[in-house]
């Protein structure tokens, strides 16, 4: 997949960040340049005692501290230098020892990694002395995180969208989602939902507003009903007449939808017996689930609905983004609002800290089982990277370090090359 797609960004190279590759570089270069001075100038003082004439004891002294301390240095340099490359680029076995030993390392690394960081014991023990819910409670609560985290998921939404937008996903929606419907038996689907709005009153409340409507209706079409009763009325009959039997009209049919308001009204009894046995036909009738069944399919088929699912996937995903975009966001705002509830539940409520900590504790348990492919794969990503590139990363991060083990050998095996040299002519004067 090329590179941008997924919406996430690459993983990062191994060794020091490019804005500390440089600080790495030059701590290195100035250690290695103090190690080698210090060795050259061991080497200067041994060779200028040959000038003296008649060397006292303080001169051997010197020159025997002088040689130990180029012995030493050159070892420590030797043993260092070889653990990147080869010293002076000679063949010497044994010595470039990171990359001729790359495989090795990966294989071992891999293996460390797995039997003593991803054991349960470990795991479960730093889980538990870093108390995750607390953690994560306390740095939730604040305005600034809950800012921090909603602009991190917010910049990372686009690009993810984007590629939830591609052509053959929503080819893919279509279809899903078109064949769930079709594989849906929706009869018993509807008798629960009508059964539930029936129990809850739900029902009871849509017959009393559909009876105020009719109620609304009437009375905002009385004249039209007297102009209906005039156009069907015999030519001699009187319009205070016809005025009359509209108004009788328009209150009778008001009496009897005041009348469906009341809870015990027959025609309501009749409804309420209506919808239950058309319910019970919903889930028990196979010719009601038929009709249902076919009339869906009917409605699935029609070219508008086709329509609307071809483009349902593609403009939900432009709303979301055209959202995205905007100063005031509603996605923005839903999401720091929810961050900041989180939060703020997780502040307040222990038990839910202590649920946040078990569900962790659960996952890195589940972790756990994966460690052998988790150090296998470890091993397989170290045994990919080039072995010079390796070993000179590897440089830039401890080989500043290492210098000092370099200064170290010189200046040790001076002293020693001195207590040697004192002992001995003690041994001999003796």
């Known amino acids: 997949m090329p590179a941008g797609v997924s919406g996430f960004p690459p993983p990062a190279p191994f060794g020091p960040r490019p804005s500390d590759k440089e600080g790495a570089a030059q701590r290195l270069r100035r250690n290695r340049a103090v190690a080698t001075g210090l060795l050259a100038g061991m080497g200067v003082v041994y060779g200028a005692t040959f000038l003296v004439q008649a060397p006292g004891f303080a001169i051997l002294l010197?020159?025997?501290?002088?040689?130990?301390?180029?012995?030493?240095?050159?070892?420590?340099?030797?043993?260092?230098?070889?653990?990147?490359?080869?010293?002076?680029?000679?063949?010497?076995?044994h010595t470039a020892i990171i990359p001729s030993n790359k495989d090795r390392i990966a294989r071992a690394l891999g293996r460390f990694i797995e039997r003593n960081f991803l054991t349960r014991e470990a795991l479960l023990r730093k889980?538990?002395?870093i108390h995750v819910g607390r953690r994560l409670a306390e740095w939730l609560s604040t305005p600034e995180t809950a800012s921090l985290v909603t602009d991190t998921a917010v910049a990372a939404l686009p690009p993810l969208v984007r590629s939830l937008s591609h052509q053959d996903l929503q080819e893919f929606f279509q279809r899903t989602v078109g064949e769930q419907l079709q594989q849906t038996d929706l009869a018993p689907i509807l008798g629960r939902i009508i059964r539930l709005l029936s129990a809850s009153g739900e029902a009871d409340e849509l017959f009393e507003r559909a009876a105020d409507v009719a109620m609304d209706w009437i009375?905002?079409?009385r004249q039209r009903?007297?102009?209906l009763v005039a156009e069907h009325s015999r030519w001699w009959i009187p319009t205070a007449i016809n005025r009359r039997v509209a108004n009788a009209i328009v209150t009778g049919l008001m009496e009897i939808l005041e009348g469906l308001q009341e809870p015990e009204n027959e025609a309501r009894q009749k409804f309420r017996e209506a919808?239950?046995?058309f319910v019970d036909e919903l889930l028990t009738s196979p010719e009601r689930q038929a009709e249902v069944s076919a009339a869906k399919n009917r409605i699935l088929g029609h070219p508008d609905v086709q329509a609307w699912l071809n483009t349902v996937w593609k403009d939900a995903s432009q709303a979301a983004l055209d959202d995205l975009t905007r100063p005031d966001s509603r996605t923005r705002a839903a999401l720091f609002q929810t961050v900041t509830l989180i939060g703020g539940a997780l502040a307040t409520d222990p038990a839910l800290q202590r649920y946040v900590d078990r569900a962790v504790e659960h996952l890195a348990a589940r972790l756990i089982a994966w460690r052998?492919?988790?150090?296998g794969f470890i091993a397989e990503v170290v045994r990919g990277w080039d072995a010079q590139t390796l070993s000179e990363r590897l440089e830039f991060v401890v080989g500043s370090d290492l210098q000092y083990i370099r200064m170290n050998g010189t200046i040790v095996g001076g002293l020693a090359g001195a207590l040697i040299f004192i002992v001995t002519r003690i041994l001999a004067e003796s």
Do not use: K, M, Q, Y
């Not at 012995?71 to 076995?93: E, K, Q, S, Y």
């Not at 052998?372 to 150090?375: A, F, L, N, V």
């Open 275 to 277: 919808l239950n046995g």
């Open 372 to 375: 052998g492919e988790i150090g």
């Open 127 to 129: 889980l538990r002395d």
């Open 225 to 227: 009903i007297d102009e």
């Open 62 to 93: 010197v020159r025997a501290t002088a040689e130990a301390s180029v012995v030493g240095g050159l070892a420590d340099w030797f043993a260092v230098t070889a653990l990147f490359r080869h010293p002076l680029g000679l063949p010497i076995p």
């Open 219 to 221: 009375e905002d079409n």
